[in-house]
């Protein structure tokens, strides 16, 4: 057999397969391209479209509605960190304060623009009663028990500074914060980056801060400023990397004061 008639027996060989197939499975040829489906007319085969809308929607901030801070006078100077509820059965403990019913405060930024632009979180002061020389500041870090004091110079913050970390909130395939290291939200009145911790003592607007800002890219979902996982929705289960830490100076007067604390949370680092 000579190599052309050889060349013919493969094509013809070939030509059997492809009628076996269509054959044996009716409709396999041009499946890819059958006709679009009707709800009135039946087919063998048909083609549905599906269509997918995503719309952009907003940039939102939730956080603890309160923030309380107990002291028993021993003379000396405390820090605390804030807690989310009120704290019962303080007394004094050497030179500090031991309270109980201390529950750490939660703050999630909810970006569900889809913009990818990232976000600023910035406050500013008002109402601001609290005692004279007190220092309020917002940390990466605090009290390793929410409603202990630590006895510290009013000049020198015990709690080691870090920036905040961010997890993704239950539910929410987020794409977890990273701190931008440019920072200058249009018409918020900062241009510099969050050098923790993060001292808050203006007050009005012309005195806002930023806390925190979210590198483009970054941000985007439900984002806790907390560490581990969350297990349900208000990033239950996971350990807040956001605190609110208060100097007090040892000779401040008896009563209760208070402060307004402002937050906001803005499109771009």
């Not at 907390?226 to 401040?252: D, H, I, K, W, Y």
Request: with cysteine; aromatic share 6%.
């Amino acid at each position: 057999m000579n190599d052309t008639a050889r060349s013919l027996q493969r094509a013809a060989h070939l030509l059997a397969v492809v009628a076996c197939l269509a054959l044996a499975a009716p409709g396999f040829v041009g499946r890819a391209s059958a006709a679009a489906c009707s709800s009135t007319a039946g087919a063998a085969s048909c083609a549905v479209t599906a269509n997918v809308t995503v719309t952009g929607g907003t940039l939102t901030l939730e956080s603890s509605p309160s923030l309380y801070w107990s002291f028993i006078g021993t003379g000396y100077d405390q820090w605390a960190s804030a807690s989310a509820t009120a704290l019962s059965g303080c007394t004094a403990s050497g030179a500090s304060t031991h309270c109980s019913g201390g529950t750490a405060p939660s703050m999630i930024v909810l970006d569900g623009t889809g913009s990818s632009s990232g976000w600023a979180v910035s406050e500013y002061l008002s109402a601001n009663t609290l005692p004279t020389g007190a220092v309020l500041k917002f940390n990466g870090q605090g009290s390793s028990t929410i409603g202990w004091s630590q006895a510290s110079p009013i000049g020198t913050d015990p709690f080691t500074p870090a920036t905040p970390s961010a997890v993704c909130d239950y539910a929410s395939s987020c794409t977890a914060a990273s701190a931008a290291s440019t920072c200058s939200p249009a018409g918020l009145g900062f241009s510099t980056c969050p050098s923790y911790a993060v001292t808050l003592g203006g007050t009005g607007a012309a005195s806002q801060v930023d806390l925190y800002s979210a590198a483009a890219n970054s941000g985007l979902g439900a984002n806790c400023f907390a560490s581990g996982t969350a297990t349900a929705v208000g990033c239950t289960g996971t350990t807040s990397t956001g605190f609110f830490n208060l100097g007090l100076r040892g000779g401040s007067p008896v009563g209760s004061t208070s402060a307004t604390i402002n937050m906001a949370v803005n499109s771009g680092p």
